[in-house]
Every structure is written in structure tokens, then in C-alpha cells.
């Protein structure tokens, strides 16, 4: 499975399209085709890229504790996770990815963003909400241990 790590700027090209990072395409499973699938964060201003795979994989862990066929709010649930989503594939020559203008909406992207490696999943954000979403040093140790001691 891809650990991705790091932080990438780009821009937006006049078709909307973006440069997928080359750090990033070296840190993916060798072999396997680069393809993702691309959602609006649940909690963040962001978008999150899922390899195909790990996209299945997530993907069926929800499905497995919902019954949508059966159960009408686990069916308006589960259509509410499926909407909204794109399979973006960086171009084998130039690697641009094409991401739905109205995912980029979603998050506010006028021109730059920043790719953030997340471990198994890359995060897109508009620059300016990247810079805002980061917390400073004493909140991260303060979090740290609530959370982990």
C-alpha cells in the first residue's frame, strides 16, 4: 500500500488542469496504474485522492455496516458517500490531472493548491485554506498528548 508523505504546490493551467507531483507518483505502488479516486474531505475544506485500490478498500468497510437495500437511511446514507467523486488518472507524458471544476469549487480553489501526502491519501486544499488549516507547534504538542499519552 502507498504511504504518502510531503507537500506540493500547483497551479491551475488554463484548462483546469494540474501537474501531479512526480515525489508524490514515486511514493505509489510500483507497477500499479496511478489512478484515484478524488472526494471532498468530510470535516475539511479539502479534497482527498484515494488510490483505486484504497478507495475499494474504504469503500467496503462502509458498505459492510450498512444495509442500503433493505434500510432507507443507510440508502440515502450510502448514495451521499458515492456522490460527489471522480476517477482522475495523471497523464502518462505531462502528468496533468484534470479535476472536476466543481470539486475545486468545493474547497474554494482559484488558482494554487497544495498536495499533502497523508499517509494513504493525498490531500488536496486551496492554498490559502492549507496555511489556515495548519496549527502551531504548541497545539500540535498539546493534542499529541491529549490524544496519544
Not at 468530510?42 to 455496516?65: D, G, I, N, T
Not at 505531462?94 to 497523508?118: D, Q, S
Request: proline share 4%.
Amino acid at each position: 500500500m502507498a504511504k504518502f508523505i510531503g507537500e506540493y504546490n500547483a497551479k491551475l493551467d488554463d484548462k483546469g488542469r494540474l501537474v501531479f507531483p512526480s515525489a508524490l507518483k514515486a511514493l505509489a505502488d510500483p507497477g500499479i496504474l496511478l489512478r484515484f479516486v478524488i472526494k471532498k474531505d468530510l470535516f475539511s475544506p479539502c479534497l482527498e485522492m484515494y488510490s483505486y485500490e484504497e478507495w475499494e478498500k474504504q469503500s467496503e468497510a462502509v458498505k459492510a455496516r450498512l444495509n442500503p437495500s433493505f434500510n432507507r437511511e443507510h440508502a440515502t446514507l450510502w448514495r451521499a458517500y458515492m456522490s460527489n467523486r471522480a476517477v482522475v488518472e495523471p497523464d502518462e507524458k505531462t502528468g496533468r490531472i484534470l479535476i472536476p471544476k466543481h470539486l475545486l469549487n468545493m474547497i474554494g480553489v482559484n488558482r494554487e493548491v497544495i498536495f499533502a501526502g497523508n499517509d494513504y491519501k493525498i490531500e488536496v486544499w486551496a492554498k490559502e485554506s492549507y496555511q489556515s488549516s495548519l496549527i502551531g507547534e504548541d497545539d500540535y504538542v498539546s493534542l499529541a498528548e491529549k490524544l496519544l499519552s
